[in-house]
C-alpha cells in the first residue's frame, strides 16, 4: 500500500493541468528567430544566415551533451 502523500490519489482527484507551449522551447525559437532577423537586418544574405544559425544550434547541442556527460548522473 502506497502511504506517501504525495503521491496518493483518490478517486476526485484530478491531475493538474500543464501549459499549452512550454516555455523553454518557446524561448528558444524567439531566441533563435531574433538572432536570425538580426542577422538579416544587418546584412547577411539569407543562405549565409540560415547556415550560421544551423551550425550554431548544432554546436550548441553537442557542447550541451558533452557537458552532461562530464558530471555524473545523479541516483
Known sequence: MNRN?????TQ???TP???LVPAIPAVM???VLGVFTVLILTGMPLETAAITVGVGGTLGIELVRRLMNLFPARR
Do not use: F
Not at 502523500?5 to 490519489?9: D, K, L, V
Open 5 to 9: 502523500p504525495n503521491t496518493a490519489r
Open 12 to 14: 476526485g482527484e484530478k
Open 17 to 19: 493541468v500543464s501549459q
Open 29 to 31: 525559437v524567439v531566441l
